[in-house]
């Protein structure tokens, strides 16, 4: 239009990271190969009824055996980092014992491939994928499963800690307590409150011995960090009534991990509210000074915020928490909080599109981690994409996604923020977990009848940001 102003470009530091993320389950595939052995999602995706269309990530996207082209979609598109996970059981099998090297080889060739493209990687080594020999000695509820994990982390921090910087200890620790343990709509599909309290305590302390580890194993230079899911918790109203709902679910979905992690401490409120089901002594002495490791930055992932308020009585059946639909709480102690649908414009997730939730997250670890760096290690949305008879695959509703969203982050950076990357989810359609195939939220259309790869518009546009650093618009429908 001829009348548009000119505006200043929403530009962004020359250093920043410009990446996607993906999973291992997710996208590798060849779960035979090598000597993998089946994790917790290879067992639970085998049992019907727990994924969509009882989908699986036997074949995935197939990424184990492509990644080569893979990485080279990314190098065409400009993107200067990428983030991924290692899967435990094709390092270790069993879950302890010594290195499997095909399993080592593949994630050695992977890095290798990235580095030559100048692609920096991200290791994030746990996102979810249990041994299923671990779980099936009691899993994340029990100490020793800490314990397997820091030496995890002892050989994959030895195998690749020349070559990459920049390291993750767990992916959203709050899926794997409370989803997997607590409301069981994620492997392994368990649904005792005690279990996930459990299941939290020693997934932060294997998060602590796992630092420790990798410390003693790789150069000083390197970056450790963890992805929380770090939910922007809102109430419908000011009453007190309602603050102390808010309160309580930000404590187990925030509190019960930041606490022990960044204060060495569990909030005093979340014992409280979780009294009635643990007196916590599972938390031994030594425990709040092994988790409390100093960290070189901290991974935010961020999706949608939660909306609660005080529920006038106990609340039963699913909640309206955006978490699936289970008999289970995911929240244990919190039977008296009402979840509410955030107003406006969804997903096809259900989530609601609230950018300045974005923008609040980083202010507030800003204020309460200061000094520490900053990267979005997730951030991203599902939209029902189709593929053009000419073969495109137009996603304007994710651009618009996109863009809101690395507003906000732009407005957080001029806000003093030390934002220092940000990871996209997803570089391409995978395993959605439970919900399976169906929910696309990749930047690259993936064809399942062939695999076939097709970079979709937001994938182009997010290209042309990860190469000039400069917002570009959102293009005309
Ligand atoms: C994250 N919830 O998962 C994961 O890190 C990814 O593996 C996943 O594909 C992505 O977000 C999109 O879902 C989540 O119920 C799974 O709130 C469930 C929830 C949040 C994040």
Redesign the pocket.
Known sequence: PESAQPVTPVTFPSSFLWGTAT?AY?IEGAVREGGRTPSIWDTFSHTPGKTADGDTGDIAVDHYHRYRDDVALMADLGLNAYRFSIAWPRVQPTGRGPAVQVGLDFYRRLVDELLSRGITPAITLY??DLPQELEDAGGWPERDTALRFAEYAQIVGEALGDRVEHWITL??PW?SAF?GYGSGVHAPGRTDPLASLRAAHHLNLAHGLGIQALRSVMPARNSIAVSL?SSVVRTVSQDPADLAAAQKIDDLANGVFHGPMLHGAYPATLLEATSSITDWSFVLDDDLRAIHQPLDALGL?Y?TPTLVSAANGVVKGPRAD???ASEYSPWPGADDVAFHQTPGERTL?GWTVDPDGLHELIMRYTREAPGLPLYIT?NGAAYEDKMDEDGRVHDPERIAYLHSHLTAVHRAIADGADVRGYFL??LMDNF??AYGYAKR?GVVHIDYATLKRTTKSSGHWYGRLARTGVLPEVPEA
Request: net charge negative; hydrophobic share 30%; glycine share 10%.
């Open positions: 999973s997710q996102h979810w992916n959203e899926c989803l899911n992932n999706y955006g978490h699936g997730m997730e989810w997803s959605e977990w939220f």
